[in-house]
């Protein structure tokens, strides 16, 4: 089977960072990606790993080790509209882009 | 505007009436696939498609059926709608090459079945 394993809720205040776990068993694995989903909207990407460590693009950074078949979504210096689901999904096969998407984190950001 | 569109928005329908939803991309992507989301489940792939005729069934495709007729073009077909596939549908695309295998969505359509 698959699954994939994230907190449902976190909350942080403005400024602060926060770390939002992934966890994941599939039948296969060749990258982990997060998205951001605002209420309402649709998802958007925000990052991708293949390999193991860490990628950062500005605020936002997403750490991978396959070993532990665990990765990480880091936003720092939160700011209100970071306030919003964050959803990994894993790319279960090496044809095609095909992903298996986690349950998904609801952040909320405090003032 | 790169996007991906989506219509209709919101449906109303009732058990049996059969539906179509359809997706078009003016990306020139090859990869298209729709997706359901439900609370708490995340998103749950239906079928994609890596090119024009070529389509395969995702996670949970029963009840289903798409066409890829034309590249840009990615319908989805409900031919007996029933109320448990009352959701979120989310069409998406993306490049076949690449190194982020990122991901397009569209704006969703949010179906009830009643």
């Known amino acids: 089977g698959q699954s994939l394993e994230q907190p449902s809720e976190v909350t942080a205040v403005e400024g602060a960072i926060v770390q939002i776990n992934c966890t994941y068993q599939?039948?296969?694995?060749?990258?982990l990606s997060w998205y951001q989903q605002h209420d309402g909207g649709a998802p958007t990407f925000l990052s991708y790993n293949a390999l193991d460590g860490l990628e950062e693009t500005g605020r936002f950074s997403s750490f991978l080790s396959r070993s532990d078949s665990y990765g990480y979504l880091l936003l720092q210096e939160l700011q209100m509209k970071d306030s919003a689901s964050y959803f990994c999904a894993v790319r279960e096969s090496d044809y095609g882009q095909n992903f298996v998407f986690g349950p998904g984190t609801r952040l909320s950001v405090l003032p | 505007e790169a996007q991906v569109t989506q219509n209709p928005r919101y449906l109303i329908t009732v058990t049996g009436k059969k539906l179509t939803v359809t997706c078009s991309q003016n990306m020139n992507h090859e990869y298209m696939s729709w997706y359901r989301q439900d609370p708490g489940l995340g998103l749950r792939q239906i079928y994609y498609?890596?090119?024009?005729?070529?389509?395969d069934k995702g996670d949970v495709p029963e009840g289903y059926k798409v066409s890829r007729k034309e590249k840009r073009n990615f319908p989805l077909i409900l031919e007996s709608p029933s109320p448990n596939q009352t959701s979120l549908y989310f069409c998406?695309?993306?490049?076949?090459?690449?190194?982020?295998?990122?991901?397009?969505f569209g704006p969703g359509t949010r179906l009830t079945v009643t």
């Open positions: 498609s890596m090119n024009v005729e070529v389509t």
């Open positions: 599939t039948s296969g694995f060749y990258g």
């Open positions: 998406a695309s993306s490049l076949t090459s690449g190194t982020t295998y990122e991901q397009y």
